[in-house]
């Protein structure tokens, strides 16, 4: 439970409450778990707040294995009619994965694909979102990922997988390994290219990726930038090189389908993301501390 920013207790309390109980097998973390610990997060309910957002575990009521998914979207409100429900204003979001036991209601829940380990199903959350990043980028051969964090390297593998040639840049040369690994070309300086996806999320990062597209290119911003930032963007390329700029936020639960299919196949080997395996009182130290060089996402198995 987290009592406010930086408190995270590790305590005993009742079940949730939700139309489904689930017995969690594992939740995988990222950057905004981190961000909801050290600063709190709008999407957290009020303290005490359960958090966690990327779970796998059995249903209590049928057995089944399930994702469960972090948000349902209204159903009614424009974005939901126009089929865009990760801009849904109403959404209501499902935390609380770093636990026994999470409650959720029924439309949060995917099957799990038999055969694909629960630490796997749960970076189908991230990779829905990659997916969904990719959906928007057009389909330029030449193809760029600005950052080789878990995001990054998740949207350089997709964009492979689409038969794209593909550069990622970043200054780590274990992450650029990982790339590699994953048939991307790796740098520590990016040229210019038609497409360019930010996954880091800093304003000058997003000047970077705007920077080194080229005229007539498109630019996707995948990473969010710390809440309230102000971004400075040059005119000249946003005007004279007609470059589309693009926001990529969140997903649908057929992107989160799409993307367990493509763990459940191997296409995108979750075990080159998988990292350190903790239980729940490893949980702060995991997420405050650095992992090193490897882009890897913390696995958090609450029986452990
Ligand atoms: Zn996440
Ligand atoms: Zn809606």
Known sequence: ???????????DVPDPDGEVLVTVEAATACATD?????HGHLILGPYPARFGHETVGVRHDTGERVLVGDSVACGTCIACAAGRTQLCPDMTWVLGGFAERI???VAALHAVPDGL?????AMAEPLAAAVHAVARAGDTHDAAVLGGGTMGLMLARLLVLEGRDVTLCDRHPQRRAQAEALGARAV?????????????GRPESWRVAIDRTLPGGTVVLVGGCPAGSDVTLP?????????????????????VDHALALLGSGDVDWRTL??????LEGLYDGLVRPNGGEARKLVVDPRL
């Open 1 to 11: 439970m987290l009592h406010g920013p930086g408190d995270l207790r590790v305590e």
């Open 34 to 38: 981190l961000k909801a610990l050290r």
């Open 103 to 105: 409650a959720a209601p």
């Open 117 to 121: 380990a629960a630490a796997g199903a």
């Open 188 to 200: 520590d300086a990016l040229g210019r290219h038609e497409l360019v996806m930010e996954a880091v």
């Open 235 to 255: 005119s000249g390329p946003l005007h004279y090189a007609e470059l589309d700029v693009r926001g990529a936020f969140h997903h649908t639960p057929p992107e």
């Open 274 to 279: 998988a990292g350190k395996r903790i239980g």
